[in-house]
C-alpha cells in the first residue's frame, strides 16, 4: 500500500511541472525593408524563467 501511494505522488509531481517551471515557446518573425531591399527574418526559442534558449534564421 506505501509503494502504491509513493508511486502516486511522484506521478502527480511530475505531472504538475514541480520539478520546475516548464519550458515556454517563443518565435518572431519579420520583414525588413532597406537600402539592399527586403529582408525576411525569424527566430525561435524556448524560456525558462531566466534561462532563454534561442536561434535566428
Known sequence: MRRLAMI???????????D?????PSANVGLSVGSGGVSPSASVGATNGSVTFGMGF
Request: proline residues 6%; charged residues 5%.
Open 8 to 18: 502516486m505522488v511522484v506521478g502527480a509531481l511530475s505531472g504538475c511541472g514541480a
Open 20 to 24: 520546475g517551471a516548464p519550458m515556454r
